[in-house]
């Protein structure tokens, strides 16, 4: 019997449905219920709440989900080989865990979630981490069907999307995430923690979406940002030649054009993506 329920342990589990992790899946498993409890209680108040799992593999971050409350978990899972344990998780807590098997990347989560309060709570698969959280992030909808973000990233990762001007980890990531979002770094998680251990230490990170984040296209900050950051180290005069007018734009943003990208603040980006849309008009 586990700590925070009486299913089975989960190196039990893996073993009887064999479950080796799989390095092509990006899976690296937490064993220990009480860390997995712990990242469930970082996602906040969970009754009544729907949480979406991405990349649960034997269900360790699931079950404490269901035992911490949640009123309803949907967990999307790629690698069949893992259903069967779902499946005994579900049977545990009926009508409150609903397995997807599909690629997180394409499955429509917002549809999925409902209508009502919903958040995504997730040891996420390393290799797809960055790709879901610009999904999340870029959406379309805004406010988004989500109210919180908990995921696990390496800490590098983690680093580059709390990042500030001026930090040597501040990008593209912190600027997309830290217009729509306010993001902090909520605990770090050692390597030996998972099996196979990782590399590197991991980061438990908890973004919350802003309500009124400042007016801009999604596309034009990805465009202006991707131009800026692609040439980090030169001035916005030069790195920015591929929009237009570098010399214009930046006079429209207000920004002085020896600078570069990365003591550039979110607002300054603002301004840029929406000075060159109003060029294209």
Not at 145 to 152: A, E, F, H, I, S
Not at 216 to 241: N, P
Request: glycine share 10%; proline share 8%.
């Amino acid at each position: 019997m586990s700590a925070i329920d009486d299913l089975p342990p989960l190196r039990d589990v893996i073993q009887r449905h064999d479950l080796a992790p799989k390095k092509s899946l990006g899976q690296n498993f937490l064993l220990d219920l009480n860390l997995t409890a712990r990242i469930a209680r970082t996602g906040g108040r969970l009754e009544g709440v729907t949480v979406v799992e991405v990349g649960p593999g034997p269900g360790g971050l699931t079950r404490a989900l269901l035992a911490e409350g949640a009123g309803r978990v949907i967990a999307i899972e790629k690698d069949a080989r893992a259903l069967g344990a779902l499946a005994e998780i579900a049977a545990r807590y009926p009508g409150r865990l609903d397995v997807v098997e599909g690629d997180a990347l394409e499955v429509d989560m917002g549809a999925l979630a409902g209508d009502g309060p919903a958040r995504v709570i997730a040891n996420l698969p390393y290799n797809v981490a960055t790709p879901l959280l610009l999904g999340w992030v870029a959406a379309d909808r805004w406010p988004p069907w989500w109210d919180g973000l908990t995921l696990m990233f390496q800490r590098e990762v983690a680093e580059r999307i709390v990042a500030r001007p001026g930090d040597g980890a501040y990008g593209r990531l912190a600027v997309m995430c830290g217009w729509r979002c306010e993001a902090k770094i909520a605990f770090d998680v050692n390597p030996q923690a998972f099996t196979p251990p990782p590399k590197v230490v991991s980061s438990v990170v908890r973004l919350e979406p802003r309500p009124q984040p400042l007016p801009c296209a999604v596309k034009a900050l990805e465009t202006v940002t991707q131009a800026a950051f692609g040439q980090r180290r030169k001035m916005l005069r030069q790195s920015l030649k591929s929009l237009g007018d570098p010399s214009a734009l930046l006079d429209a943003a207000g920004i002085e054009p020896t600078r570069r990208a990365e003591e550039i603040p979110v607002e300054g980006f603002v301004a840029l993506a929406n000075a060159w849309v109003a060029t294209r008009a």
